[in-house]
């Protein structure tokens, strides 16, 4: 390692560091319920849908390049997290399998519009006049129907998650572009959960998650996400 790397190395990861705090300031976590919601019935069932979920690295170019090992790692410590997290999602709880929601893909698919507009238009920049500010969002109920009848559940939990990880050689670079006072960006953390009622296809819960850490590819860093999903999740009462 050259001398001036060498003495430069704590200063660079000084300014790596403060980058990344300033991304967590303007990039925070979100939570709202939908009007009128506030609890779960204390008999309602839940069930788990698997995490639209992708893995990817960056190389020193910035190419993105996706995971599959790291997405299928990923898969399985987000499903054992969710599945530990008895004391907020509640014990009446079950999980459908990737198998299984393949029966589901055209709910799965409308659950990601609707999620992705309340990512762009509750949450970010595009307010709709109509919603003001309200969390009113629906599939509707006839989408869902089918998904309460084979499942039994009243709601159920989607997530959605897109971890980029820097590579080694993406490293070197940012710590080389640090030197000479420029910043080059890292992997970041973004997704969504969202709570719907299964019986009237209703949103009424939903959180937004961007950030520059996290690692789905660890088992117990995977739970720290989930804390950070799942906050503000509607209990049981």
């Known amino acids: 390692m050259p001398a001036l790397f060498a003495r430069s190395r704590p200063a660079v990861l000084a300014l790596l560091l403060a980058a990344g705090a300033v991304?967590?300031?303007?990039?925070?976590?979100?939570?709202k319920l939908a009007p009128g919601f506030s609890t779960r019935p204390v008999a309602s069932r839940l069930v788990i849908i698997p995490a639209d979920m992708e893995l990817y690295s960056i190389?020193?170019?910035?190419?993105?390049e996706p995971r599959a090992d790291w997405t299928e790692q990923a898969?399985?410590?987000?499903?054992?997290?969710?599945?530990?997290d008895i004391g907020r999602l509640g014990s009446n709880i079950s999980r459908l399998t990737p198998a299984q929601m393949e029966d589901f893909s055209e709910v799965a698919a409308l659950h990601r519009a609707v999620a992705g507009a309340i990512s762009i238009h509750h949450f970010g920049n595009l307010k709709l006049?109509?919603?003001?500010?309200?969390?009113?969002?629906s599939l509707g109920a006839e989408s869902v129907a089918e998904l309460k009848a084979k499942t039994g559940a009243d709601y159920a939990l989607f997530s959605y998650l897109r971890d980029t990880y820097a590579s080694n050689e993406r490293k070197m670079a940012m710590l080389g572009m640090a030197l000479i006072g420029a910043y080059m960006p890292g992997g970041e953390q973004r997704g969504y959960a969202s709570l719907v009622d299964l019986n009237t296809g209703r949103v009424v819960w939903f959180s937004g998650l961007d950030r520059s850490w996290g690692d789905l590819r660890d088992g117990g860093k995977a739970m720290e996400t989930v804390d950070a999903l799942l906050k503000g999740f509607p209990g049981q009462q």
């Open 23 to 31: 991304q967590a300031q303007v990039l925070p976590d979100t939570a």
């Open 59 to 64: 190389s020193a170019g910035g190419v993105v």
């Open 75 to 84: 898969q399985k410590n987000l499903a054992a997290a969710l599945l530990r």
């Open 129 to 137: 006049p109509t919603k003001s500010e309200r969390l009113d969002w």
